[in-house]
């Protein structure tokens, strides 16, 4: 595959995100375009592994679906036990404010056990508005310790879950994206390995690169749980045009065989000009190339 794309003739890009400006790339192949958007701190490999779901949709394309359409939570939103009380006054707001049956999703950090057990107890009695916490943690060891102490399903990132010995004991479902796990064939064979339902969360930048996401999620053999949320920014900057943006309005997102094409007059509003920024990014492309 890396001889059909032209890693120098890559569209640099920048949009605002919730995080600050971010930075990424459009490869185009033989078949259409791809996003690469490896987070600012990723090292060639998980740059490579970008790079490799970036080339999936444009070159041998995505595997087949087995929905069209995939459910997708309304808001994210990270409670930490050191703030929970005022973390948990938010979410709850934020539940009181949802409709048709939409859901939330939470993130847990497990800096201590005790502590994470006693924020999803609270989030507990939000159930169904929250359907499911995400366990922000380095080991299965202290995600089975949390989850073997409350009643509502957890996950964990599939980089965890590949070190653990008991997957199943440690979370209730995995979290997948694209992008991080080197495309959609490879995260579905991650998620095959830990036995678990899956939850897709969407990392990319654009409709591009979360058209991946939701490939992904709608090839999973079992899917429990709305993935997302989609990100915030989409509505008021997106690479597409209007009718194909995953902005997400509404509960579902549409799987297509292969993601938008970008728009000429909006990519050009956000493409990136700059001689230093360009060749920084098409040097990590080709690292990228050689490191796959």
Avoid: K
């Avoid at 001889?3 to 033989?30: C, K, N």
């Avoid at 060639?44 to 069209?68: F, H, K, Q």
């Avoid at 970008?262 to 920084?280: G, I, K, N, Q, S």
């Amino acid at each position: 595959m890396r001889t059909l794309i032209d890693f120098r003739a890559a569209r640099v890009f920048a949009v605002p995100t919730s995080d600050g400006l971010r930075v990424g790339a459009l490869v185009e192949g033989p078949q259409g375009w791809g996003e690469f958007s490896p987070p600012p701190d990723a090292d060639d490999a998980l740059a490579a592994r970008w790079l490799t779901a970036a080339m999936e949709p444009s070159t041998v394309g995505w595997p087949d679906a087995v929905r069209g359409q995939v459910p997708v939570a309304a808001a994210r939103i990270a409670v930490s036990p050191s703030s929970s009380g005022t973390d948990i006054e938010h979410v709850q707001a934020v539940a009181d404010r949802l409709t048709n049956g939409e859901v939330l999703r939470c993130v847990v950090p497990v800096d201590d056990v005790e502590a994470a057990v006693r924020v999803i107890r609270d989030l507990s009695r939000m159930a169904p508005a929250v359907d499911i916490v995400e366990l922000s943690c380095d080991s299965a060891d202290s995600a089975e310790a949390v989850r073997s102490r409350v009643d509502m399903p957890v996950a964990v990132d599939s980089e965890v879950l590949a070190r653990a010995a008991r997957p199943a004991q440690a979370a209730d479902a995995v979290i997948l994206s694209s992008g991080p796990l080197g495309g959609v064939r490879r995260a579905l064979r991650r998620a095959e390995l830990t036995g678990l339902p899956a939850l897709v969360n969407l990392v990319a930048l654009t409709s591009i690169g979360v058209a991946g996401d939701v490939a992904l999620a709608a090839s999973v053999p079992d899917l429990r749980y709305p993935c997302g949320p989609v990100p915030s920014w989409l509505a008021e900057v997106d690479l597409v045009s209007a009718p194909r943006s995953l902005s997400g309005a509404g509960a579902f997102l549409p799987a297509a065989p292969t993601p938008a094409s970008p728009d000429a007059a909006r990519l050009a509003r956000c493409e990136v000009t700059d001689p230093a920024t360009l060749e920084r990014w098409r040097a990590l492309l080709q690292r990228a190339g050689e490191a796959r």
